[in-house]
């Protein structure tokens, strides 16, 4: 008998798992928000290449530590693989990738074809974004769809799940489980109407969110507290982004060029008082970390790492959110082990056989 | 989700660049350079109207009912024109005056008073259902940094409405087919039905 792990498929890793009451996807983040475990989900820098390869040592390292890996959709606007080619290769292996659809780029037509494409393929998350706009990225000069915005997006999902049907009202054979998020962010104005807006996407849809990136802890507090108030996070479950900051020339960048985050005077002094301004934008991640896992109503962190990912499972391992919790971590089984060993030469020897040569060497 | 490319500038110095800057950087130089907006913008370059209608929300909300009640008056006279007679006439007058009010870009399918009086097409995302992640701290458009958020001067105008709550009912995807029609005479022929459905059992139980 072999082993396997908590929350993998016995008959194999890239199956879905068994359906549970009360669960709408058959994935491993659904099961573990839902046991009340703190979760710890990163995201994947996709590749600028059609090697496999690179995604795969991409979502190596963060191997048994994280419950999920967001597979981004041309992330500012750029052109990468796409989030669907990310979320094949990932479900082969047995991750558990969140789907992001962004609207930027697809029509509704599109984007419901992705939704059951990605859904047969075994993702069992999809996060429904806006996406950045066009201006963004590096093709400035390409035509913004936003045939759908995040709210309809998910919508969509939530129609083709429950009512097994496509937004025309088109019957599915076979409806998509899947778990749905959304993403919020509590640090852009309207600032009143930040919590209102995420009951308006949990009504839409969303079961869990993704926050941007949080720099300032009262001003996220503040909006998980009237998030509470209006009884949303019973209703979601909460990830708040985290990141590590690589310098405080590199915050002052960001908060002058990418909109929508938000990073206080005090982190960037922090950061220039710093001996090693890496170490510390890593420390104060993990303050951070530490901060919010205290909020009511946080089921999570979302540690964003944009080129620093060897630093994902330092953050995870030195912040102790996982309380000793091991995520699931690919590993080989006994059976491929034994295929390895037997067969490996195979692959490792360079042996030429012809068949003249298997003839001469019969004799 | 910030995508830089590290260059290196001067010795020892990375200085992260964005990828459109890059792009800018290498397009090449002549003396025509139109100014960096989108098209929608490049139409449309003052706001002055439309932000006092955002701050007028209550009066013009008010305005609306009545006018609405009286193109419902009228639906006895359109009907009997023919509402595809009308049509262009109506279109006419409709999109030069919300034109101006609130740069309408005529989806036909009006939200108006869902939306504090802001008309949510001239968001560079067309967002219908509230801001997105990238408004400035200064409440301006992240594709746009000198116009003001559609979403933020919606949410102001509908905290001035009678029937501002209706800023929380989730929108449906725009219906592309409707674009450059009548929004008044569609909303108004919807009206006059759901009124002939409500009067329809009365008259039925009374005969």
């Known amino acids: ?363 | 989700m910030s995508e830089t490319v590290p260059v290196k500038d001067g010795p020892g110095v990375i200085q992260p660049v964005t990828q459109a800057t890059l792009v800018k950087k290498a397009a090449p130089k002549s003396d025509y350079k139109p100014a960096d907006v989108s098209p929608q913008r490049r139409v449309q370059r003052s706001f002055a109207v439309r932000l006092w209608s955002i701050r007028h929300s209550r009066l013009l909300e008010w305005f609306y009912s009545r006018f609405a009640d009286m193109f419902l008056l009228l639906h006895p006279l359109w009907k009997g024109i023919g509402y595809g007679r009308v049509e262009a006439p109506i279109k006419f007058v409709e999109k030069r005056v919300k034109g101006f009010m609130f740069d309408c870009r005529m989806c036909g399918q009006c939200v108006l008073s869902s939306t504090g009086m802001s008309c949510p097409m001239n968001c560079p995302k067309q967002l219908r259902n509230g801001p997105c992640g990238g408004v400035r701290a200064n409440g301006n458009c992240e594709v746009e940094p000198d116009m003001p958020c559609v979403w933020v001067k919606a949410w102001e105008g509908s905290q001035n409405m009678v029937h501002g709550d209706k800023i929380l009912d989730v929108q449906k995807p725009v219906d592309q087919s409707l674009r450059e029609t009548s929004a008044w005479l569609r909303v108004t022929a919807q009206a006059a039905t759901a009124r002939e459905a409500a009067q329809a059992p009365k008259t039925g139980a009374s005969a």
Not at chain 1, 78 to 105: E, F, K
Not at chain 1, 324 to 346: C, F, N, S, Y
């Open chain 1, 1 to 363: 008998m072999i082993a396997h792990q908590r929350d993998e498929n016995p008959a194999g890793i890239h199956l879905p798992l068994d359906p549970l009451p009360g669960h709408s996807s058959r994935g491993r983040l659904e099961r573990v928000l839902r046991r009340g475990e703190f979760a710890v989900t990163t995201e994947l820098n996709p590749p600028d290449s059609a090697d496999p390869e690179d995604v795969y040592n991409r979502a190596k390292i963060f191997d048994g530590w994280v419950d999920a890996i967001n597979a981004v959709d041309a992330s500012g606007a750029n052109c990468h693989m796409s989030s669907v080619g990310i979320c094949a290769l990932l479900t082969r292996m047995g991750y558990a990738p969140i789907m992001q659809i962004a609207c930027r780029d697809k029509n509704r037509i599109a984007i419901q074809g992705d939704v059951l494409g990605g859904a047969a393929m075994g993702v069992a998350n999809m996060l429904c974004l806006t996406g950045d706009g066009v201006q963004a990225g590096d093709q400035p000069g390409a035509k913004p769809v936003f045939d759908l915005d995040s709210m309809s997006l998910l919508e969509t999902c939530r129609i083709m799940r429950d009512n097994g049907k496509f937004l025309s009202g088109r019957k599915l054979t076979t409806p998509p489980q899947i778990f749905l998020g959304a993403a919020v962010n509590p640090f852009a104005p309207p600032f009143d109407f930040r919590p209102i807006h995420l009951g308006k996407k949990i009504a839409a849809g969303a079961q869990f969110v993704q926050t941007q990136y949080c720099f300032d802890v009262p001003m996220f507090k503040n909006f998980m507290q009237k998030a509470r108030d209006l009884g949303h996070t019973e209703k979601v479950f909460t990830l708040c982004g985290v990141g590590p900051l690589a310098s405080a020339k590199t915050a002052k960048w960001i908060r002058n060029n990418v909109p929508g985050i938000h990073i206080p005077d005090a982190i960037i002094k922090r950061l220039e008082g710093a001996q090693d301004q890496k170490k510390e934008g890593k420390q104060l991640c993990i303050d951070i970390i530490n901060e919010v896992k205290e909020i009511p109503g946080i089921s999570g962190v979302h540690v964003m790492a944009y080129r620093q990912e060897e630093y994902v499972a330092e953050i995870v391992d030195e912040s102790g959110v996982l309380k000793g919790r091991q995520p699931w971590k690919r590993e080989i089984r006994r059976d491929d082990q034994m295929v390895a060993d037997r067969l490996g030469h195979i692959l490792h020897d360079e042996i030429t056989e012809t068949q003249v040569d298997m003839v001469k060497t019969a004799h």
